[in-house]
């Protein structure tokens, strides 16, 4: 596919001024992008690692911004889907991983999702969720690709990491990024919840995103998980599910009117509707209990006396054993 910057920017009518710059800096950058990452494999394979775990084989899963669609082909599910806007990212991912299918458009469109078939088991969100413009908006687009046990699977760098990223970046230790939104993870928990999504469960990774002679691999599977410093890790992975909403579903409530016990004496009818029904055993002793509770707040308490306490114990048997009324 020879398009030029232009033209796949034009061709998916980009929103606004900062979509392009997105995706003139990715389709520009990314022979250099591929030499980044590896030259930092160390941190890549442990997020694919991770995402692995938390995503078993086999499974339809749908990535936004999948980029050259790596993450989602090693995955390894029976039916994947990629979204990304570059027009020579999609082209490249369709070479890399033909058994995958990638979709040319802007994730945040409506008319870019109406399109896909669900639902997915999984829906995944790695690293693109700080260059979305309208995050908890994008979140309620994909409902309609949610089944009960759907999980979307959201990962992306925690605001902490922001300074060290870009002095990284500085000494060219780190490819150049564009402007992305660095965002807390108390405010991205308010934003899954007004986009009606649960989180479920939220994990810190990669202390060290280095090797650095296996010390890396070491801090970052024993020391990394211990509380208080994991929330020094560099990723964050949140994993949620929509909240199901039951629209069709009639309530109902019932209403209990007491009727006085004069009106249930004091009328025929009543009368002798409440004498020609005998009241279970049961229900007598649940009177009974409930008259001799009465009786102690009222001022007969229970007594350290013996005496006292053995009167009462009479009064209640006699409760007991009387027959019971309307």
């Known amino acids: 596919m020879n398009l030029t910057q232009s033209d796949s920017a034009a061709s998916l009518q980009l929103s606004s001024q900062r979509k392009r710059d997105l995706l003139d800096h990715f389709e520009v950058n990314g022979d250099e992008l591929d030499r980044w990452r590896e030259f930092n494999a160390a941190y890549h394979e442990d997020d694919r690692k991770f995402m692995q775990f938390l995503i078993p084989p086999g499974k339809r899963v749908l990535e936004l911004g999948c980029g050259r669609g790596d993450l989602l082909a090693a995955l390894k599910p029976s039916c994947g889907v990629g979204i990304d806007f570059g027009a020579k990212t999609i082209a490249k991912a369709r070479a890399l991983h033909p058994e995958l299918h990638f979709i040319l458009g802007d994730a945040e469109a409506p008319e870019t999702l109406a399109a896909i078939e669900g639902p997915f088991d999984y829906i995944v969100i790695a690293d693109t969720i700080g260059m979305f413009e309208d995050i908890d908006g994008t979140l309620r687009l994909v409902h309609h690709l949610c089944a009960p046990s759907t999980r979307i699977i959201i990962s992306y760098y925690s605001h902490l990491w922001e300074p060290?990223?870009?002095?990284?970046?500085?000494?060219?230790?780190?490819?150049?990024?564009?402007?992305?939104?660095?965002?807390?993870?108390?405010?991205?928990?308010?934003?899954?919840?007004?986009?009606?999504?649960?989180?479920?469960?939220?994990?810190?990774?990669?202390?060290?995103?280095?090797?650095?002679?296996?010390?890396?691999?070491?801090?970052?599977?024993?020391?990394?998980?211990?509380?208080?410093?994991?929330?020094?890790?560099?990723?964050t992975y949140i994993v949620g599910r929509a909240v199901q909403k039951f629209p069709d579903r009639k309530f109902s409530v019932s209403i209990i009117i007491p009727a006085p016990y004069s009106e249930c004496r004091n009328s025929p009818r009543r009368r002798k509707s409440c004498s020609s029904k005998e009241i279970p055993a049961t229900v007598r002793s649940r009177n009974a209990n409930a008259f001799a509770m009465f009786i102690r707040i009222v001022g007969i308490s229970r007594s350290s006396n013996r005496t006292a306490r053995a009167r009462e114990m009479r009064f209640e048997k006699a409760l007991l054993r009387r027959p019971a009324t309307c």
């Not at 870009?166 to 660095?182: G, M, V, W």
């Not at 970052?220 to 994991?230: E, K, M, S, V």
């Open 164 to 235: 060290v990223l870009k002095l990284a970046e500085a000494l060219h230790l780190r490819s150049k990024q564009p402007k992305i939104n660095y965002i807390a993870t108390a405010d991205f928990l308010n934003l899954m919840d007004l986009a009606d999504f649960e989180v479920i469960r939220e994990e810190q990774r990669q202390l060290l995103p280095r090797r650095w002679l296996g010390l890396g691999p070491l801090i970052n599977r024993f020391i990394a998980p211990l509380p208080g410093i994991r929330q020094l890790c560099l990723r």
